[in-house]
T-cell receptor, first 115, second 112 residues
Framework: DAGVIQSPRHEVTEMGQEVTLRCKPI?????LFWYRQTMMRGLELLIY????????DSGMPEDRFSAKMPNASFSTLKIQPSEPRDSAVYFC?????????????FGPGTRLTVL | AQSVSQHNHHVILSEAASLELGCNYS??????LFWYVQYPGQHLQLLLK??????LVKGIKGFEAEFIKSKFSFNLRKPSVQWSDTAEYFC??????????FGTGTKLQVIP
């Protein structure tokens, strides 16, 4: 298995632009998580899905952030409009079915820089 | 609600020194515990996990952790660290069917 796949790996954009991050979970995993990691705040859970349905989005910082999971093999995290304080590494992780508390497998992350 | 506390934010050791990273959790019921490692520029990878059974768990690369229920602790240990162990280490917990909660991480720097 290729593992969790994220794209792009690096994104540099200007303030005010829309940013879309993409994630493909491991096949057969039906939990998907979006995290943000910064030096100041560490690793933060933004939102997670079960069977493509958002379960908990309490970690989403603002209305500028939105996430979707249109099918079992694809999810997006969108920031519109982006701001410099959104600069971070964004990780996607997935988890095996019926074992939400089992280990999560992380993708390589997307390093976002907003100028 | 569950929570995780990692005592040390930054640890510096010389090669061959012994390592112990503290982790305490808060949850009233049965828990599942994890240690993840993040090497510089890479993503988080599982080091070891505890679900049940022997409270002394052995993971990859010579790491081990001991679950002490009475102390709500799950400390990570390694008898002799190497330069290649330089990384950030995250303790995590999940209770029941709750999501996994990660600690704030401990940065380990091993000096050759």
């Amino acid at each position: 298995d290729a593992g969790v796949i994220q794209s792009p790996r690096h994104e540099v954009t200007e303030m005010g632009q829309e940013v879309t991050l993409r994630c493909k979970p491991i096949s057969g995993h039906d939990y998907l998580f979006w995290y943000r990691q910064t030096m100041m705040r560490g690793l933060e859970l933004l939102i997670y899905f079960n069977n493509n349905v958002p379960i908990d989005d309490s970690g989403m910082p603002e209305d500028r952030f939105s996430a979707k999971m249109p099918n079992a093999s694809f999810s997006t995290l969108k920031i519109q409009p982006s701001e410099p304080r959104d600069s971070a590494v964004y990780f996607c992780a997935s988890n095996s079915p019926d074992r939400m508390y089992n280990e999560q497998f992380f993708g390589p992350g997307t390093r976002l820089t907003v100028l | 609600a569950q929570s995780v506390s990692q005592h040390n934010h930054h640890v510096i050791l010389s090669e061959a020194a012994s390592l112990e990273l503290g982790c305490n959790y808060s949850y009233g019921g049965t828990v599942n515990l994890f240690w993840y490692v993040q090497y510089p520029g890479q993503h988080l990878q599982l080091l070891l996990k505890y679900f049940s059974g022997d409270p002394l768990v052995k993971g990859i690369k010579g790491f081990e952790a001991e679950f002490i229920k009475s102390k709500f602790s799950f400390n990570l240990r390694k008898p002799s660290v190497q330069w290649s162990d330089t990384a950030e280490y995250f303790c995590a917990v999940s209770g029941g069917y709750q999501k996994v909660t990660f600690g704030t991480g401990t940065k380990l720097q091993v000096i050759p």
